[in-house]
């Protein structure tokens, strides 16, 4: 290792390529750490599954986004992963951690506590520097688990509804939010990272209504890009967080506009992940309330209109915006006949509470 590399600040950042609420975090995370002098590297846990067991993910994926109570009924069972993990993989990944004196771990999944709690074994407490970060305003179920497992480490909640605040403000983003005036007249609307939810189910509704959509769509079937105004988008069915590129970096998911015809040409941004992009511009993101939107909603001031959602830690979230005034339910909206002044109040409430928001960059500077 050069002097150089040796005197870098380094961060490994642990978290999971299922729930893409806690990877596309991480990955921005990266990024902005990166651009202040950090060495910084993504570790997805999916990497360190057996391999027969990694091949079953893309049809628990399918299954899960095409029935949203078996969906539901999954995260209740959430439960630690650790047999379910290739051990020699595993100690190579320890090993290297070792070699290369990693020593600062932000876990945005529970799941690595174990592990962690294993690669610290003979090493003392004080060497090593671990923060938890939960991306739900309570207890999420990879968290659940391994309560009281924390091994010394800072406890970091983005959105706290116990407080009924949002301590951190994760840019996602330098550029200033689009004031709402000058937004498109459009809504983005998706299922998150696995496409889960009642989405599908107030597209005639709001269409019927003359709401432009911004539609995230996850299979070929579900695009009809000649239908009214709407527009649809899609992740490149060939990747898989758990992939890198060829740089060795995890990368924020590519997406393409389906267009009529045509080439599908996905892209995928260095520094933010394209829904942001297609979500800045519109007046709301409509959507199950998963902690990452959050953090989308909070960066770009875009209002939050919620679906079903997920699971109890979920409904905490839509709580916490509701009450901050920073979002609505999609029954509230619609009883006010999707009305864009209630969103208008929701985007002001935010550019507020987004100001008086700390950094969450600004931790690493402590250190």
Not at 1 to 14: E, F, H, P, Q, Y
Not at 78 to 91: G, I, Q
Not at 114 to 134: A, C, F, N
Not at 155 to 160: A, D, K, M, V
Request: aromatic share 12%; glycine share 8%.
């Amino acid at each position: 290792m050069n002097s150089a590399m040796k005197n870098k600040k380094s961060v490994t950042i642990l978290c999971s390529g299922v729930a893409l609420g806690v990877y596309i975090p991480g990955v921005s995370l990266q990024y902005q750490l990166r651009k202040i002098g950090y060495d910084a590297e993504v570790v997805v846990l999916e990497n360190f599954l057996h391999d027969d067991i990694a091949k079953k993910i893309p049809d628990t994926k399918k299954a899960f986004h095409t029935n949203f109570k078996l969906a539901q009924l999954g995260q209740k069972m959430a439960r630690d992963v650790t047999p379910s993990l290739d051990r020699e993989k595993m100690e190579r990944l320890f090993l290297q951690w070792g070699q290369k004196e990693h020593n600062h771990f932000v876990v945005f999944s529970g799941f690595w506590l174990p592990l962690l709690e294993k690669y610290g074994e003979g090493r003392p407490p004080e060497s090593r520097t671990i923060d938890i970060v939960h991306m739900d305003s309570v207890l999420s179920p990879s968290w659940k688990s391994f309560r009281g497992r924390e091994l010394g480490a800072r406890i970091l909640y983005l959105f706290e509804y116990e407080t009924k605040k949002i301590a951190f403000r994760l840019n996602v983003t330098d550029q200033r939010p689009t004031p709402f005036e000058q937004r498109e007249n459009r809504f983005l609307i998706h299922g998150g990272g696995w496409g889960m939810g009642t989405y599908q189910t107030v597209l005639d509704t709001l269409e019927r209504r003359g709401k432009m959509l911004d539609i995230m769509a996850y299979y070929d079937s579900e695009v009809y890009p000649d239908k009214s105004e709407n527009r649809y988008f899609m992740v490149d069915p060939t990747w898989h967080p758990w992939l890198k590129n060829r740089e060795n970096d995890h990368t924020f998911p590519p997406v393409a506009r389906i267009e009529k015809h045509g080439a599908n040409k996905f892209t995928c941004r260095p520094e933010y992940h394209e829904l942001f992009y297609v979500g800045a511009r519109n007046k709301a993101i409509i959507s199950k309330p998963g902690g990452s939107t959050l953090v989308d909603s909070l960066a770009s001031a875009t209002p939050f209109v919620f679906l079903e959602s997920f699971g109890p830690h979920e409904d905490f979230n839509a709580a916490l915006w509701t009450e901050l005034g920073l979002g609505v339910t999609f029954a509230t909206w619609e009883k006010s006949g999707f009305s864009d002044d209630i969103l208008h109040t929701c985007h002001s409430n935010l550019l507020k509470i987004r100001e008086s928001t700390t950094d969450f960059i600004g931790n690493f500077l402590e250190y």
